[in-house]
T-cell receptor, first 115, second 115 residues
Framework: GAGVSQSPSNKVTEKGKDVELRCDPI?????LYWYRQSLGQGLEFLIY????????KSGLPSDRFSAERTGGSVSTLTIQRTQQEDSAVYLC?????????????FGPGTRLTVL | AQTVTQSQPEMSVQEAETVTLSCTYD???????LFWYKQPPSRQMILVIR??????QNATENRFSVNFQKAAKSFSLKISDSQLGDAAMYFC????????????FGKGTKLSVKP
């Protein structure tokens, strides 16, 4: 079946604008993660959704960042009033189990550039 | 704080030769999981191999194997018979906090394979 997809592939925006990044997980996967990968860095956990449970938002860096997951499938990461330090690749992953030890399958990411 | 350290920003190997990528981690927990991910230029992270800390036997997946030294908190990846398609960024990651933790990633090692 299809893997995790993300859109757009690349996004260029001006400082202060809001952006929305979309993630389509693998069909049937109940868990969904968002990560941020800044230049020359490893991945940084942002948020975790599991089924209908309240999301784990412990990795969100500021209140300008938020995420939703509608109908237990598609997720949108929103960054308000973007800053230049928000420039990074944003990766989404999904997994089929209820444990965070289950294998995560990653999408190709969205490269966000804030001018 | 939990940390994962990859001390080799870049490595190079001749095709068909063997290369070892280093990773160390720091935790006082007894329940954790270790992973190696590959990120090719397409940006899509792919799980290479995983190791449960409670297992003494080193994990192996075809040409990929790990040397897990629990006392030394070391988790190196060995790639045998290197192929051109192995060229990528390799990230070591640790899942602390058992099944409720979040992945902590190292900064990565860029592997080049020379024909």
């Amino acid at each position: 079946g299809a893997g995790v997809s993300q859109s757009p592939s690349n996004k260029v925006t001006e400082k202060g604008k809001d952006v929305e990044l979309r993630c389509d997980p693998i069909s049937g996967h109940t868990a969904l993660y968002w990560y941020r990968q800044s230049l020359g860095q490893g991945l940084e956990f942002l948020i975790y959704f599991q089924g209908n449970s309240a999301p784990d938002k412990s990795g969100l860096p500021s209140d300008r960042f938020s995420a939703e997951r509608t109908g237990g499938s598609v997720s949108t990461l929103t960054i308000q009033r973007t800053q230049q330090e928000d420039s990074a690749v944003y990766l989404c992953a999904s997994s089929s189990g209820t444990s965070r030890t289950d294998t995560q399958y990653f999408g190709p990411g969205t490269r966000l550039t804030v001018l | 704080a939990q940390t994962v350290t990859q001390s080799q920003p870049e490595m190079s190997v001749q095709e068909a030769e063997t290369v070892t990528l280093s990773c160390t981690y720091d935790t006082s927990e007894s329940d954790y999981y270790l992973f190696w991910y590959k990120q090719p230029p397409s940006r899509q992270m792919i799980l290479v191999i995983r190791q449960e800390a409670y297992k003494q036997q080193n994990a192996t997946e075809n040409r990929f194997s790990v040397n897990f030294q629990k006392a030394a908190k070391s988790f190196s990846l060995k790639i045998s018979d290197s192929q051109l398609g192995d060229a990528a960024m390799y990230f070591c990651a640790c899942l602390y906090g058992g099944s409720q933790g979040n992945l902590i990633f190292g900064k990565g090692t860029k592997l080049s394979v020379k024909p």
